[in-house]
């Protein structure tokens, strides 16, 4: 079992910044791959990005690919999203998902990722 906990959400201005923090216990931390998922109302759950088990292997959506950055610290069984430029369309809840099935590859399919935080929830302002 992997227990995942957000933090870090918020309301901001367009073109500020915040960084959500996901906490994992359980599992090995670092043997499987991570993601961040985003739910904006009415609206299907989507990939935002993702991070292989050592780091070394990053991939994020094209809507906000050089805005966010994804990173891990294994030391601390912690995965970071550092969002900058943010928009008023990248409002939503923020889920951290775990794919223990996943090591080396990123994956951007829900389905593949098993364990999946409660969310939290990010506001930009216009």
């Known amino acids: 079992q992997v227990q995942l906990v957000e933090s870090g959400g918020g309301l901001v201005q367009a073109g500020g910044s915040l960084r959500l923090s996901c906490a994992a216990s359980?599992?090995?931390?670092?043997?499987?791959?991570m993601g961040w998922f985003r739910q904006a109302p009415g609206k299907e759950r989507e990939f935002v990005a993702g991070i292989s088990w050592s780091g070394g292997s990053t991939y994020y959506a094209d809507s906000v690919k050089g805005r966010f950055t994804i990173s891990r610290d294994n030391a601390k069984n912690t995965v970071y999203l550092q969002m900058n430029s943010l928009k008023p369309e990248d409002t939503a809840v923020y889920y951290c998902?775990?794919?223990?099935?996943?090591?080396?590859?990123?994956?951007?399919?829900?389905?593949?990722?098993?364990?999946w935080g409660q969310g939290t929830q990010v506001t930009v302002s216009s």
């Open positions: 359980g599992r090995t931390f670092s043997s499987y791959a």
């Open positions: 998902a775990a794919a223990p099935r996943f090591r080396t590859v990123v994956t951007t399919r829900r389905y593949d990722y098993d364990y």
